[in-house]
């Protein structure tokens, strides 16, 4: 490499991403392909902040249901993302958690103390990663909602007034056929797997899901959470017990 080419290496070669737009222009480093499993990691990263509900003790139900018109909508009855102000932001925290990278409740400060999730991105990710993404959030008797087109806030966080939930989330979004050129559409047995495992490893939570394309809906719930899956694994088997080996115990928190 000659002197003239190496000195053409110098501040204008690099490039400042902002706010979203690192997810949109490298999506598979966040969600680790644009393909089939891409599309499915988005359900999962929504749905784990809703299981980590369940598991704080906030949350007794995840539902799915896989939209006609080719989006999804998750649900639990948690605390509801806060939609107060954020101080660092000067927006509303639930279009703060929608649109900013590692912004999450799970680094200190009393949010979580167990996650399914550790990175704060997942939220950020699905919405950057959609052409539409809705947020509603119960609290304390009134609903709220915002908008959102590939990431960017269509307008302020909205007060809807009051409704019947008293707490919880919903969050609904369509995979952006422009990252996602392979497929778009969900599958339906993928998300009854899914939601399989989770009932099966966070017991006493219901979780369910309905394709409003076929009708088709399954439910479940495991009071016995990880002895209940490893009593499923073992069905066919010559077992050595017939009750697993289980123990619960919590020291300090």
Same mark, same amino acid.
């Given at each position: ?22 997810? *949109? ?10 393909? #089939? ?7 999962? /990263?929504?749905?784990? %902040? ?80 959609? $052409? ?17 087109? *590939? ?7 909205? %007060?809807?007034?009051?409704?019947? *939930? $008293? ?15 392979? $497929? ?8 009854? %797997? #899914? ?19 076929? %009708? ?31 123990? /619960? *115990?919590?020291?300090?928190?």
């Amino acid at each position: 490499m000659s002197k003239q080419k190496a000195s053409a290496y110098d501040a204008s070669q690099i490039q400042v991403l902002e706010g979203l737009e690192p997810v *949109r222009k490298r999506p598979g480093m966040y969600i680790g392909s644009t393909g #089939y499993d891409g599309v499915h990691h988005l359900i999962k /990263e929504i749905a784990d %902040n809703c299981i980590d509900e369940a598991i704080a003790g906030h949350a007794t139900f995840v539902d799915v249901k896989i939209l006609a018109d080719g989006g999804i909508t998750i649900t639990d009855d948690g605390r509801g993302i806060p939609v107060d102000k954020h101080a660092k932001t000067g927006k509303s925290t639930l279009e703060t958690v929608l649109t900013v990278l590692h912004a999450g409740g799970k680094f200190g400060g009393g949010g979580y103390k167990v996650s399914s999730g550790l990175h704060g991105v997942g939220s950020s990710v699905v919405n950057a990663l959609s $052409t539409k993404l809705v947020a509603e959030v119960s609290k304390d008797g009134k609903l709220y909602s915002i908008e959102f087109e *590939r990431g960017a806030a269509k307008g302020a966080l909205k %007060n809807l007034g009051a409704t019947d *939930r $008293t707490h919880g989330t919903s969050i609904t979004f369509y995979p952006d056929p422009e990252i996602f050129k392979e $497929t778009v559409e969900f599958d339906y047995k993928w998300v009854v %797997n #899914y939601l399989r495992h989770q009932a099966y490893l966070t017991k006493g939570v219901r979780t369910t899901v309905l394709d409003e394309r076929t %009708n088709e809906r399954m439910a479940f719930y495991f009071e016995g959470g990880i002895q209940s899956y490893v009593k499923h694994l073992n069905i066919g088997k010559d077992v050595l017990s017939d009750e697993p080996f289980y123990v /619960e *115990r919590q020291v300090e928190d």
